[in-house]
């Protein structure tokens, strides 16, 4: 039996890269029926964690059958992703307007649906440099550096177009009626920037990188190497957590006044980074463990599922052999049901074909 919040939903995912399989996933962690259209069966694959929690078909999209096969899947469905270029359904028939009223057809998309640069190609780190988010990460001396892909393919990826699918489910339930949701990464990036659109406005963002709040200029919130060559984070913006930082590493408590005098941020990292420089990253753990310094150890991906913190919690867990996260947010009542590895791609194929009313004969000749 289904288990979790969206237990009642079922979304048909065509199969791709980047922000639309996490997006799947997540649905599916959640309890969603997510069963993916995928285009040769392949044996299971434990890395493949954006597939846990689906069921996957192989369906031919260029023959008539398997043509056929997927409008039937796509109509007994409540949600359609796809993250293909724009026009890329269409031409093969299951476009929008070939669709049931009532499905809510999702569409992800790095440039979005519209636009002069709509059908090139791109990767997170193209989408962010366009939102003006890239020029500000990384040293002052050096080029923008990418945020792995967490920030353009998931942050304003992913969780946008769960967020549109989401906001449309609700929306239905008045209207009755489906819709596109077209969820761009160069839409949700700005997006997730309010608060530093709002500094920029009120002139306390200034356009240099590495010499504001957030981007490791001010030396209460950076990252700090260790005697041992690892490293700590640090980021005391509040005066009363800044308070005790100062505290922790035996400074004068007169320095509270000067915090965010920019002019002495330079001289207060240099500062900071030699103290630091003097224990290991685990000792200034010890020293700020249960502090509100707003401190905290940089662990290697290794090292975080250990944590105690990360251990209590299993936030992070061990599914055939590949770590990875556990279901998130968690609930109160709608408990999602335990991950498993995924399955084979095209393993249910017989299985969704019977569920949508194929004969045997049928199935023989899709598969």
Not at 29 to 58: C, F, H, L, W, Y
Not at 60 to 72: M, Q, T, V
Not at 224 to 238: I, R, W
Not at 305 to 332: E, K, W
Request: with cysteine.
């Amino acid at each position: 039996m289904s288990q979790g919040p969206l237990a009642s939903l079922k979304v048909v995912e065509f199969s791709g890269l980047g922000p639309a399989p996490l997006a799947g996933q997540l649905l599916a962690d959640m309890g969603a029926e997510v069963i993916t259209v995928d285009r040769a069966a392949a044996p299971a694959d434990p890395t493949d964690v954006n597939r846990r929690g689906k069921k996957s078909v192989v369906l031919n999209l260029k023959s008539d059958a398997g043509l056929d096969a997927a409008r039937r899947l796509i109509a007994a469905s409540d949600v359609l992703i796809e993250g293909f270029r724009p026009g890329v359904m269409e031409r093969l028939g299951l476009g929008p307007d070939s669709c049931p009223k009532a499905l809510i057809y999702a569409r992800m998309t790095g440039w979005g649906q519209d636009g002069p640069w709509a059908h090139k190609a791109g990767h997170d780190i193209n989408y962010l440099s366009l939102t003006g988010a890239l020029h500000a990460m990384g040293a002052a001396d050096s080029a923008p550096v990418p945020p792995l892909n967490m920030v353009a393919d998931y942050g304003g990826g992913t969780m946008f177009l769960i967020f549109g699918i989401l906001s449309a489910v609700i929306e239905r339930g008045v209207s009755g009626k489906g819709q596109v949701v077209d969820a761009a990464m160069v839409d949700g990036v700005p997006a997730m920037m309010g608060l530093i659109h709002g500094m920029l406005a009120e002139g306390f963002w200034t356009q240099h990188r590495g010499a504001n709040w957030l981007d490791g200029g001010a030396h209460f919130y950076r990252c700090y190497t260790c005697a041992d060559g690892k490293y700590v984070s640090v980021g005391a913006l509040e005066p009363q957590f800044y308070a005790i930082l100062l505290d922790k590493l035996n400074l004068p408590e007169d320095l509270r006044t000067s915090q965010n005098d920019r002019e002495t941020w330079p001289d207060m990292s240099a500062r900071f980074a030699d103290i630091f420089a003097t224990k290991n990253r685990d000792e200034w753990a010890e020293i700020f463990e249960g502090s509100d310094a707003c401190v905290a150890p940089v662990l290697e991906f290794s090292e975080a599922p250990d944590h105690p913190h990360m251990a209590l919690r299993q936030s992070l867990i061990n599914v055939g052999g590949t770590v990875q996260s556990a279901p998130a947010p968690r609930f109160s009542r709608s408990q999602p049901r335990p991950i498993v590895a995924p399955n084979a791609v095209g393993g249910e194929t017989v299985e969704v074909l019977q569920a949508l009313g194929f004969s045997d004969e049928e199935i023989e000749t899709l598969t």
